[in-house]
């Protein structure tokens, strides 16, 4: 089930006790603004998931009300963890699903990397 945006944040959600340590995960990168793990049910040869270390529950939440810095740091990190992944030569495939129209499923925001292999036309199904 899609959230709901407009809800604050839980503390609980999944990604926010991946971050404490609570549930494992495969760990890919890790900074003072984000952190970046293997998704459990991957989409691709490569699907990682880079989220940021503050409580935001999405990309809008994200965008409205974190600072300049965390904004700057999770985007390069981002960019750090694609090249980590050696994606940066044969490309990659970015994903932010937000809010119900999104089908965003966790509150806590996560940007998807998708890599290692060749994809089509983008699809919105
Ligand atoms: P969304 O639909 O919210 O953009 O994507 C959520 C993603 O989180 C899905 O791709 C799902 O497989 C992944 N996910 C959900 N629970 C876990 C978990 O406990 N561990 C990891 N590594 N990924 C998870």
């Not at 003072?32 to 998931?49: E, G, K, N, S, T």
């Not at 994200?62 to 600072?67: E, G, I, N, P, V």
């Not at 030569?89 to 998807?112: D, I």
């Not at 292999?117 to 699809?123: A, G, P, V, Y």
Request: glycine share 8%; aromatic share 10%.
């Amino acid at each position: 089930m899609p959230i709901d945006p407009s809800l604050p944040y839980d503390d609980n959600n999944i990604f926010a006790r991946i971050l404490r340590g609570e549930i494992p995960s495969k760990k890919v990168w890790e900074d003072d603004y984000a952190f970046a793990f293997h998704d459990i049910r991957p989409q691709a040869p490569v699907h990682v998931l880079v989220i940021p270390k503050g409580a935001y529950v999405s990309w809008d939440d994200f965008t409205l009300k974190a600072s300049d810095a965390e904004i700057a740091g999770f985007t390069r990190a981002i960019g750090t963890v694609t090249r980590l992944l050696e994606l940066d030569t044969p490309g990659y495939r970015l994903m932010v699903n937000m809010g119900g129209h999104g089908h965003q499923e966790v509150p806590h925001l996560h940007v998807h990397i998708f890599g290692g292999r060749q994809f089509l036309h983008m699809i919105c199904d």
